[in-house]
């Protein structure tokens, strides 16, 4: 049972466009959500993340947006470069509890 | 701080060994996780422990699995006996608390022939 569901397994963008990342997630009680960037090779490293009493966290190119009737969220890259390409995976939790469930991530191509 | 440290960086065993995989998590982090990740379920939860106690264990896929954290600065991964089926990249991570981000280690790459 997937309950943090990344449905797009690739996306393609331009450089100096922006990217647009998906995740939906089907646990009401989840209140608590990050993105992570992973590439070849190494660990998954921690990007933004965004508390469910907000709609819009924003980190210089990076933006969060959470809507919480549709259970969804979604990542912002703008401008996209080079460099953001990468696997991307969204991560959620739930109230106390300290299990963090992922996704199965996005991977990103940015093209020069 | 060196972050999570993960032992060994690629294991090559053949099907019925015993595999260990170690994990040091970051000082002072309350929490320590052990995640697989494969192309077909992504980054998939197998256990995780909080102030050393197992607290969840339903995402280890077989009793072949089992994991230890016997002090705060070390956990062990066990597969015995290993099967082609568990050749995946296995991941620790580290959380100091609820609703803080978690750190991963670079991950130990597990080949069963």
């Known amino acids: 049972d997937q309950q943090v569901k990344q449905n797009s397994p690739s996306l393609s963008v331009q450089e100096g466009r922006i990217s647009i990342l998906n995740c939906d997630y089907t646990?009401?009680?989840?209140?608590?959500f990050l993105w992570y960037k992973k590439y070849p090779a190494e660990g998954p490293t921690f990007l933004i993340s965004?508390?469910?009493?907000?709609d819009k966290n924003e980190d210089g190119r990076f933006t969060v947006f959470l809507n919480k009737s549709a259970k969804h969220l979604s990542l912002h890259i703008v401008p996209s470069q080079p460099g953001d390409s990468a696997v991307y995976f969204c991560?959620?939790?739930?109230?106390?509890?300290?299990?963090?469930?992922f996704g199965k991530g996005t991977k990103l191509t940015v093209n020069p | 701080d060196a972050g999570v440290i993960q032992s060994p960086r690629h294991e090559v065993t053949e099907m019925g060994q015993e595999v260990t995989l170690r994990c040091k998590p970051i000082?002072?982090?309350?929490?320590l996780f052990w995640y697989r990740q494969t192309m077909m379920r992504g980054l998939e939860l197998l256990i995780y422990?909080?102030?050393?106690?197992?607290?969840?264990d339903s995402g280890m896929p077989e009793d072949r699995f089992s994991a230890k954290m016997p002090n705060a600065s070390f956990s062990t991964l066990k597969i015995q006996p290993s099967e082609p089926r568990d050749s995946a990249v296995y991941f620790c991570?580290?959380?100091?608390?609820?609703?803080?981000?978690?750190?991963f280690g670079q991950g130990t790459r597990l080949t069963v022939v």
């Open positions: 991570a580290s959380r100091r608390q609820v609703r803080t981000e978690a750190f």
């Open positions: 422990f909080n102030n050393n106690v197992p607290i969840d």
């Open positions: 991560a959620a939790s739930q109230g106390g509890s300290e299990k963090l469930v």
């Open positions: 965004i508390s469910s009493i907000k």
């Open positions: 000082s002072g982090h309350n929490s």
């Open positions: 646990n009401s009680m989840f209140d608590y």
